[in-house]
């Protein structure tokens, strides 16, 4: 109930004498002679709590975030991953379901997986959204790689879909209906969708009329393994395939946040009472990180893009010593790089190749293996082994896998490297849009993880 709604219903239930004063606040809500002090008391309690309501409604709120197995462990573990890896190249994909889609979507251009970032093989946490009146609750990845915002429709025939929790644009009567059809290319699968507007909700958040996209049709098995139902992009605007505001622009422009930032905590722990990480929109939370703040320009708007000055092994400047261009996302757990510096750097750690193009490490030799330094704004932050290293349960056994990998992404500033979840977890990262920056400091994690 606003405050203009509250007085009325105090006016049509009490005599009261309104006497507005700009010296007394409270003579707005005189009661009569014949109200108690006790009553007096609460009124003037229930008003100022009101009051302050209305001059904080600028909102930072808290998105506590899951981290749950990667569609690579999960495929691993059931002895399905090389089939999935061999069927879902990106040509043979592109060939095999192009018919799928409408003549002329530009996602499904040979190559196109090697330009985006789309690919959630690797993503482990995810939190919870809202969409609709009622509420359809969602659980989907807070993506700082991609600015689309997606969920399965109920309309959707895929494997997929039947498995998560699908959109019901029926029992919304806040939905609206756009009609533009979209596709979108990632990675690892392949998504065609219809456009929608309707209300969401994050954490304690809530835009209007948010554009997001309606999945009818996910071929392949890329999402059927997913514990997650769809994806939030939290990139800047020109990185979107479906059209109109990001959820995070809608935000700012519809002004429910107190600053126009947000954060990410991320942490190694699994299956606890408390989240494994958290998504604070609109702030930071300077209990979850020491130290002063590192702040980066960001340099092409797009993706999360900065400038990285040097990669060191054990102190040893190996990579782009005139430095290179990083971009930062949350939507993967490794590190990636150009080919050639990526083998050059498995070398380094003592990594050898599998057969589907994956490097493992003797899980004995992890306390020998040497630092990987990357060197932002002049600050070096180190990487130990027990830091770039996942680690994995195939049985009994435990396998250690490198948490680097070689992708290439050619843009005219050169190519680009990944930090993603293996840095994040050490580092608090703050992305900044009013000044198009991104923030890193040293995160506080208990001393187990």
């Known amino acids: 109930m606003c405050l203009g709604e509250f007085l009325g219903w105090i006016s049509s239930h009490f005599p009261i004498r309104a006497e507005v004063n700009p010296d007394k606040l409270f003579d707005v809500c005189q009661p009569a002679d014949w109200w108690s002090d006790s009553e007096t008391d609460v009124m003037k309690l229930l008003l100022v709590t009101l009051l302050l309501w209305t001059w904080t409604s600028l909102a930072v709120v808290r998105v506590p975030l899951r981290r749950v197995p990667s569609i690579r462990a999960q495929l691993r573990a059931d002895g399905l991953l090389e089939e999935f890896l061999m069927d879902h190249r990106p040509d043979m994909f592109n060939r095999r379901y192009a018919q799928c889609f409408p003549p002329g979507t530009t996602s499904l251009r040979l190559g196109r997986s090697s330009e985006k970032l789309y690919?959630?093989?690797?993503?482990?946490?995810?939190?919870?959204?809202?969409?609709?009146?009622?509420?359809?609750?969602?659980s989907v990845i807070f993506?700082?790689?991609?600015?689309?915002?997606?969920?399965?429709?109920?309309?959707?025939?895929?494997?997929?879909c039947a498995l998560h929790r699908r959109f019901r644009a029926f029992d919304s009567t806040s939905f609206r209906h756009d009609g533009r059809m979209f596709g979108i290319h990632y990675g690892s699968g392949h998504l065609l969708g219809v456009m929608a507007r309707d209300t969401l909700k994050v954490g304690g958040l809530t835009?209007?009329?948010?554009?997001?996209?309606?999945?009818?049709?996910?071929?392949?098995?890329?999402?059927?393994?997913?514990?997650?139902?769809?994806?939030?992009?939290?990139?800047?605007?020109?990185?979107?395939?479906?059209?109109g505001n990001p959820v995070f622009d809608n935000m700012m422009a519809q002004k429910i946040l107190d600053e126009p930032i947000f954060s990410f905590y991320l942490t190694r722990r699994t299956k606890t009472g408390n989240p494994e990480g958290e998504l604070m929109l609109g702030g930071k939370d300077e209990e979850l990180f020491s130290g002063p703040i590192n702040w980066l320009p960001v340099t092409a708007k797009g993706y999360w893009q900065i400038k990285m000055d040097s990669v060191a092994v054990q102190g040893v400047s190996s990579f782009?010593?005139?430095?290179?261009?990083?971009?930062?996302?949350?939507?993967?757990?490794?590190?990636a790089g150009p080919t050639n510096d990526i083998l050059t750097l498995q070398q380094l750690i003592g990594a050898s190749p599998t057969n589907i193009r994956e490097f493992i490490i003797d899980c004995v030799r992890l306390s020998s293996l040497p630092h990987v330094t990357f060197v932002l704004g002049g600050i070096e932050y180190t990487l130990t082994a027990e830091h770039y290293v996942r680690k994995e349960m195939l049985g009994d056994r435990e396998l250690c896998f490198s948490g680097f990998q070689a992708v290439d992404i050619v843009t005219p500033e050169g190519p680009l490297w990944i930090l993603g979840d293996v840095f994040l977890t050490e580092y608090y990262s703050i992305f900044d849009r009013g000044q198009d920056r991104v923030g890193f400091a040293p995160a506080r994690h208990p001393t187990k993880h």
Not at 210 to 215: A, K, T
Not at 234 to 239: C, F, I, V
Not at 320 to 335: E, H, K, Y
Request: proline share 5%; charged share 15%; aromatic share 12%.
């Open 119 to 138: 690919n959630f093989m690797d993503a482990q946490y995810y939190g919870e959204i809202s969409l609709g009146t009622p509420e359809q609750n969602f």
């Open 143 to 160: 993506d700082t790689g991609s600015a689309d915002l997606w969920v399965p429709s109920s309309y959707c025939v895929s494997q997929a």
């Open 207 to 243: 835009a209007q009329s948010q554009e997001f996209g309606e999945s009818v049709y996910e071929p392949g098995a890329a999402f059927v393994t997913a514990r997650f139902d769809g994806v939030l992009g939290m990139g800047y605007p020109s990185l979107a395939e479906i059209l």
């Open 320 to 335: 782009c010593p005139n430095g290179c261009q990083a971009i930062v996302d949350t939507g993967t757990s490794l590190i």
